[in-house]
């Protein structure tokens, strides 16, 4: 009787096909959530580092590349082609 259900459950691989599947299946997602999760943090803590370096230095993103009266630094293209003609204002452009 036991050689029997042993022999009968030998031959049956009806759900054998699809658990084979599954394992692929679940070892190629996991594979690549990984490394995917992985490039997800060092990416978050180098835009948490960035930020933590900007607040310790009391610097705004925003405000880094202004000079003390909050204009940008440097010259644009604009300005050099009119010198000290250009105030700065929108009606400038037009002249």
């Not at 009787?1 to 096909?17: I, P, Q, S």
């Not at 610097?59 to 293209?77: A, E, F, L, V």
């Not at 105030?87 to 037009?94: I, K, Q, S």
Request: charged share 20%.
């Amino acid at each position: 009787m036991f050689l029997r259900t042993l022999h009968n459950l030998w031959k049956d691989d009806c759900g054998a096909t699809q658990a084979v599947e599954w394992l692929i299946l679940t070892t190629i997602l996991v594979l690549g959530i990984i490394p995917g999760i992985a490039i997800m943090r060092n990416s978050l803590n180098k835009t948490l580092e960035h930020s933590a370096r900007m607040a310790m230095a009391g610097i705004d993103d925003d405000q880094s590349n202004r000079d003390q009266n909050g204009r940008p630094r440097g010259r644009t293209s604009v300005q050099q082609n009119h010198g000290s003609q250009n105030n700065g204002g929108v009606g400038d452009l037009c002249n």
